[in-house]
């Protein structure tokens, strides 16, 4: 469904992504990992079309995207929870909503000017925030926000960067349950960013592991024992 080949992109006159190749295949969790600064969000940008890829490419159900804005993208069903939420501060939480409902792929939802129940059923609490602007919300109920704005078009494929990042715990536990949910619907591919070893043992399918902008490991689950594992990933 995803499908990333031979990637190159950088910031400037730095490279950063060399030779980068890694897939998703439909209904499945990946995971990808390693230290901080290694390239894992610069990886996430260039599949949304954020970044230019330099060399490479990024194809998605089929077509090439590598020259695809990222409005496309979001239209062809990439739903994307970037590291830091990015929620639109002075729009409320209802606007920050409709926003996500823009890229749903028919067209009389996203026409439509209410916000379907079924589609925020696993945020229960957004509804009593609905006049809120989004930046009065705290860290975790942002992060809830901007989960459920990624979701609200129906994507084919999340691409969720580090979602659990700087959040208290009792909102890490529910968005963790969100991600176990969306697994075990089988409807949602994901491509998850998580420095969290257990917790991405419990939902991965699949499993790579960046180092200095290269891909360095993949595995799946029974694999990820690997002394190898702990080598690329402890400071
Ligand atoms: N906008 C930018 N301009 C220039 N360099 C950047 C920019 N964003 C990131 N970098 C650099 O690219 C490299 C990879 O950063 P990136 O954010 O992709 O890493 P990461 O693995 O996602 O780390 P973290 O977990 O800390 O977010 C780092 O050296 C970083 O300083």
Redesign the pocket.
């Known amino acids: 469904m995803l499908s990333v080949q031979r990637l190159e992109a950088?910031?400037?006159e730095?490279v950063?992504l060399r030779d980068v190749s890694l897939t998703v295949e439909p209904g499945q969790v990946v995971c990808l990992m390693?230290?901080?600064?290694?390239?894992?969000?610069?990886?996430?940008?260039s599949i949304m079309g954020l970044l230019k890829a330099r060399k490479g490419s990024v194809s998605f159900k089929g077509a090439d995207v590598t020259k695809r804005a990222p409005g496309e993208r979001a239209k062809k069903g990439i739903g994307y929870v970037p590291?830091g939420r990015e929620i639109f501060s002075q729009l409320t939480v209802y606007e920050n909503l409709r926003v996500g409902l823009e890229a749903h792929p028919d067209s009389a939802k996203r026409r439509s000017k209410t916000i379907p129940p079924e589609a925020i059923e696993k945020f229960p609490i957004l509804p009593t925030f609905y006049k809120r602007r989004g930046g009065d919300l705290s860290g975790g109920q942002q992060q809830q926000l901007a989960f459920a704005r990624a979701l609200i078009s129906e994507p084919d494929l999340l691409v969720l960067?580090?979602p659990t990042?700087g959040i208290q715990p009792s909102i890490v536990d529910a968005i963790q349950d969100v991600i176990r949910s969306i697994r075990d619907e089988g409807k949602t591919a994901i491509l998850l960013?998580e420095?969290s070893l257990d917790f991405v043992r419990s939902v991965g399918d699949r499993f790579y592991i960046?180092e200095k902008?290269t891909i360095v490991w993949q595995g799946g689950r029974e694999e990820l024992d690997d002394p190898a594992v702990m080598k690329h990933l402890t400071i």
């Open positions: 950088g910031y400037g730095s950063i390693g230290r901080n600064g290694v390239g894992k969000s610069t990886l996430v940008k590291q960067d580090e990042e960013v420095q960046m902008g």
